[in-house]
């Protein structure tokens, strides 16, 4: 069935350091997500990207879709304590409004 | 953006006894809602698609008789977990999309509810 994985599945970071998450479907994606999910939190979106090599940026944050639209990237500069949280991608199931997350990938920095 | 609540917040219950999990789109209509269940350090797992106004459809390997989903309007959804045993506790989160689009996401952004943190003892 159709999968998504994230690597890594940990980072921890000194704070200023940058972090990069890596996401690859097993399938074509239509479109990608991504959410941040805090501890002990609910996950929040930050981003859809949709167009093949897409690359968005939201302050320190830069995400981008693989030109196959299979693979995605969430990278942080200068990470900060706030940063801190599980980063998932998401895509949709088939071609409906459901969507299957990634396996996460947990953000850890040290002040 | 929109609003999603859930409750309760957390639920402690005995073994056998059943649970309800109400999920609300506060400032949106939402006639398709999402039910996950999160296992510590885990990942979201989808459980069931819950449609206004028809049956909720379900993700292999979830038992629907167990996990009763009824969406009766535009802005609530419930999840009740029948005869609950410890191996279903877990985070239960649900999700909704606006499909107005009013509060001016990104279409296809589900908005998720702050989760139910079901304990079966």
């Known amino acids: 069935g159709q999968q998504v994985m994230q690597i890594p599945q940990y980072q921890h970071v000194q704070e200023g350091e940058d972090f990069t998450t890596y996401c690859n479907s097993s399938t074509t994606l239509s479109n990608i997500q991504w959410y941040k999910q805090r501890p002990g939190g609910h996950p929040v979106f930050l981003i859809q990207?949709?167009?093949?090599?897409e690359v968005k940026k939201q302050k320190r944050l830069t995400f981008q879709f693989g030109e196959a639209k299979k693979n995605s990237s969430l990278h942080i500069t200068a990470t900060q304590t706030t940063d801190v949280g599980t980063y998932f991608c998401a895509g949709p199931v088939d071609s409906s409004y459901k969507l299957i997350f990634g396996s996460g990938t947990r953000l850890l920095v040290r002040p | 953006g929109a609003v999603v609540s859930q409750h309760p917040s957390w639920v402690i219950c005995k073994s056998g006894t059943s649970v309800k999990i109400e999920c609300r789109s506060l400032?949106?209509?939402?006639?398709?809602m999402f039910w996950y269940r999160q296992f510590p350090k885990q990942s979201l797992m989808l459980m069931a698609t819950s449609n206004e106004g028809s049956k909720a459809t379900y993700e292999q390997g979830v038992e629907k008789d167990k996990f009763l989903i009824n969406h009766a309007s535009l802005t609530l959804s419930t999840l009740t977990v029948t005869s609950a045993h410890p191996e279903d506790s877990s985070f239960y989160i649900c999700?909704?999309?606006?499909?107005?689009?009013?509060?001016?996401?990104?279409?296809?952004?589900?908005?998720f509810g702050p989760g139910t943190r079901l304990t079966v003892l």
């Open positions: 999700s909704a999309r606006d499909t107005t689009n009013l509060a001016g996401g990104a279409y296809n952004e589900q908005f």
């Open positions: 400032d949106f209509q939402a006639t398709t």
């Open positions: 990207l949709v167009k093949s090599g």
